[in-house]
């Protein structure tokens, strides 16, 4: 469950370290350890927020998976796996497979969301990241992302280059030319 704790205003002169050129910022750890939500624990999160006299504070929370209209799973039910293993389960998320990543991932991108200023509240801010895995938009913008990154790294050949085997074998065929034709 969500609760706020007292409000702390940030110290004369530290408003811009704080808050920087952002409207709200979250720092977040959870209780078991980890540097970003979990969906095993509670998680303790600091939300640093410009106000309206542009000044800054934070106040610290303590929020949980049920905040996010999300069930609770152990770690271990979202981690492991070789690479492949990985990329299967995040493509299975994007096919719209309700899984214990998938919550995961919910769930982080649900603060992400919020902390942009995208949703007023964290509920809020699950169900928006909810409707777009189940949508589609997220698997199409992941493709375009990959046809995108494919393409930047794919480098043609020019046609005139040659493999190292190709200049290889040119080499052996030039030198076996003089000796044949000394005999």
Sequence with gaps: QQQQHQQHPAADGTDELLCGPCQRALIVHSEDGLDELSIAAPTRMWVVERQADGSCSVQERRVAPEDFGLARHPLSAVTGGTLAERVECFRAVLRGEHTPIRDYIV?????????????????????????????????????????????????????????????????????????????
Excluded: C, F, W
């Design 107 to 183: 769930l982080n991108a649900a603060a992400g969301v919020y902390a942009a200023g995208l949703a007023q509240d964290l509920l809020s801010a699950s169900k928006l990241v909810q409707a777009v895995l189940d949508q589609g938009a997220a698997a199409q913008l992941v493709d375009r992302y990959v046809a995108l990154t494919q393409e930047i790294v794919h480098v043609p050949e020019p046609p005139s280059a040659k493999t190292s085997s190709e200049e290889d074998e040119e080499k052996q065929e030039k030198h076996e030319q003089p000796q044949q034709q000394q005999q």
